[in-house]
């Protein structure tokens, strides 16, 4: 397989789990944000900035999913934004569970798992699309 067929094997593979993670997070988000009190009260004590956050970054995955689809460089750039912001995110969370704020435990997972998909995304992204081989 040439260097070039693997970059496309495993940017197609990122581009389609950023996509799906995309759909399910705005799925998901949407269905608490908008579904009525039942839906509020299945999740519990959710922190609305997170909410909020992850429901709008659910758009940028499927954004940047397509663009890698299209292995465009600016989708790479995208990637690593939203690892960045999600970690922003995430140490704005820890902050708020520190000073004693309502929380659910599942976000601490849920968090955990955006975080790391996403730099493991950002990372394949960079190599793949954005580094220069120097010979």
Sequence with gaps: MTTHKQRSVWVRVISLVAVGFGLLTIK???TVLFGGEAARASAGNYVPFVLWFNFVAGF???IAGAGLWMQQRWAALLAVAI???TALTFA???VH???GGAYEPRTVIAMSLRTLVWAVI???AWR???RRRVI
Excluded: M
């Design 28 to 30: 998901e988000g949407g």
């Design 60 to 62: 940028a995955y499927v």
């Design 83 to 85: 690892v960045a912001a």
């Design 92 to 94: 704005a969370f820890g």
């Design 97 to 99: 569970v520190y000073f």
């Design 122 to 124: 950002a990372a394949v």
């Design 128 to 130: 793949q699309l954005l």
